[in-house]
């Protein structure tokens, strides 16, 4: 094991050599019970590398990072709200919204919890296509980790990782005048590096080094590789990507929690969310 300021990371968390596939089958050869459905282990298997892909494409389009009072977006597609959050224009295609912002990057600045979810949204597009894409997702909002139900956002602690899994990197004594540097949301990308919005693909030690230059003077606590891992709800995707296309799809009651902290986790998303409405 190697240990990041004191969390154990298992070293087949980043090995070069092992595939999305090869470290699901290992899995499920260690546990057959858990992975019975080919089918949706597929399935996951396919959205892991298109967040990958996506994750990589972001890093490419050098979106640039922004607080919340400083995000922006291509009016176009997107109302500006007043929280910083881009509200889907009426009459405007979900899929095209989310692809603009690939395509017209340089109109947009956003804080990396708001970079997840859009790398979901997108890697989920990439698969399933447009058509059922704009039927699952057809009021998007993309606020931090504020997300359309049907992707099933959960956190976990766990000492392993999986590419295309979320891990969050801790700076527990930041800098309080640059509260955005409190961590970094980083996809797991497979080959020993991860990405992370305002960042940018790095190594796990590369992602600690930058992040305790980002402290407050006299710290001595170190940044560290948190043990909270993210992932999609992936069986529940499966599911709703074998609809049929004619029928139609009820949406739960989805609460918007303005928070206004940048960079901060999905569990701690999830404790705000819960102890404040």
């Not at 969390?7 to 499920?28: A, F, N, W, Y």
């Not at 970079?115 to 997702?137: D, K, P, R, S, T």
């Not at 139900?149 to 959960?154: A, E, F, N, T």
């Not at 609809?243 to 404790?271: L, T």
């Amino acid at each position: 094991m190697d240990y990041l300021s004191g969390i154990p990371i298992e070293q087949s968390e980043t090995r070069t050599s092992e595939s999305v596939s090869e470290m699901k089958l290992h899995q499920m050869n260690e546990n057959p019970t858990v992975h019975a459905d080919r089918s949706i282990d597929e399935f996951e298997n396919m959205l892991r590398n298109n967040i990958i892909l996506s994750a990589r494409a972001m890093f490419q389009r050098k979106i640039n990072f922004a607080v919340f009072a400083r995000s922006r977006c291509n009016p176009m597609y997107w109302h500006l709200m007043r929280t910083g959050g881009f509200l889907l224009r009426r009459g405007v295609k979900p899929s095209d919204a989310i692809r603009d912002i690939y395509f017209n990057s340089s109109l947009y600045a956003f804080e990396c919890a708001t970079a997840m979810v859009i790398i979901y949204y997108h890697a989920i597009l990439n698969l399933i296509g447009e058509n059922l894409f704009n039927q699952l997702f057809p009021n998007i909002y993309l606020y931090g980790w504020h997300a359309d139900p049907d992707l099933g956002i959960g956190a976990q602690y766990s000492n392993q990782i999986l590419p295309g899994d979320i891990v969050y990197f801790n700076n527990p004594e930041f800098n309080p005048l640059t509260p955005e540097w409190r961590g970094e949301n980083a996809v797991v990308l497979g080959d020993g590096t991860f990405f992370g919005h305002g960042l940018g693909i790095m190594t796990a030690q590369q992602m600690i080094y930058t992040l305790n230059k980002m402290r407050w003077p006299g710290a001595y606590r170190s940044a560290f590789l948190s043990n909270s891992v993210t992932r999609p709800n992936f069986n529940h995707l499966a599911a709703l990507s074998n609809w049929q296309r004619d029928q139609s799809i009820k949406k739960d009651r989805n609460i918007v929690f303005h928070h206004n902290e940048s960079s901060i986790s999905f569990d701690y998303y999830k404790y705000l969310l819960s102890y404040f409405t």
